[in-house]
């Protein structure tokens, strides 16, 4: 299939190359027939995924003749960077994936056949890319981590590559699964050890009020997270009765709130230090008076007294008033807080977020004080409604009003969403 051709006509023939595919680009691809079209663009992807594996050569040559210590440089990664301008990101993988494919050299300077030779085959003809490669790569090595015997690593290497051909990476990543689950069942044990040391969350302050949550999730804490999140996260309708203005980002975030509130509200988190799970929120007098100002919670979060009155209507939250010496003037906890009667007496009446348009079941939703408890707003059934988290957070700075008639919640929209301002309901089906 190949020539053989002398060394030094080697520049010769890489020149060639960028010539020959400017000649092509200059073609003009207007005047061909649709088959003609499809056979070149086919014929462009077998060329750069060829181009591709040349690389592998190249690599395994400079590594060979050690030509990154020639220039005092770390590896072929920070040469390929240095040579080519790439990131680190986009050279590390060329790197790593000559090792596996490229030709190799031993100790002594002779040139040995790669690691993989049909997954090289493939790759130098053009007919696999390099994402199914790495996914070859990754299965083969954990056959070889698990001492599968030399034959049966080629076989399977050969399935792979053979899969490889009529599938994409993604499909190939499912067919290299079930293969290693058959030819390394504990190897899949092991994974998920390595799944339970590795598993890992933190949430860390920003400086500027934002916390960063990272994280890994293990693959069962994953498909719950999604799970719930994603059912959490679907569109709301706006206070305008638009389309929900939020991005995904935002409504993710907004979810992971919700189940937060959720665990607190259902009061069957463990103790800390004999008192249960609760935010404490701590003001002072002159906030609790004006309303203004930054409060703290005991992970020194700061809110607005706003937002830390809102939340005082919850179970679960404590919030203390001191003088500026520290003296506690008035205190709360579960006392602003629906008994149980009344929360099954709302249950039946909303069913849901009262707010129009809003489909959230009952177990998402949260006690709202219409007349709020610090303007002498009682909590009895005539001024409480369930709300869910986003049009709870969402109702006092919307400029909608909340009015009660004949012991049912009606919302009374903002002029700029209804001139005539009239009330709705949610009607549930
Ligand atoms: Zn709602």
Redesign the pocket.
Known sequence: MTMAVSANEAPMLAAALPAAIAQLAGCSFSGLADDDVLEVLRLAEQARRQLEALDHLLIAEVEARNLPGRYVLRGSKQLLSGLLNLSSAESGPRVRQARELGPRTSLTGERLAPLLPATAAARADGSITARQADVIIAAMARLRDARLPVERQAEAEAFLVEQARRFDAGTLIGIARRLLDTLDPDGTLAEERTQQRRRFLSCHPHGDGMHRLTADLDTETAALAMTVLHSLAAP?PSEAGERDQRTSGQRMHDALRAVLKLALRAGELPTSGGVPATVLITMTAEQFQTGTGLVSTSYRQKLTVEQALRIADQAAIAWIVHNSTGGILNYGTARRVATDKQTLALIARDQG?A?PG?A?PPEWTEKHHIVSWREGGATDLDNLCL??D??HDRIDTGGWQISMRDGLPWFIPPAWIDPEQRPQRNIRP
Do not use: E, P, Q, V
């Open positions: 709301k977020c707010f809003c959230d709300l869910c986003h049009h």
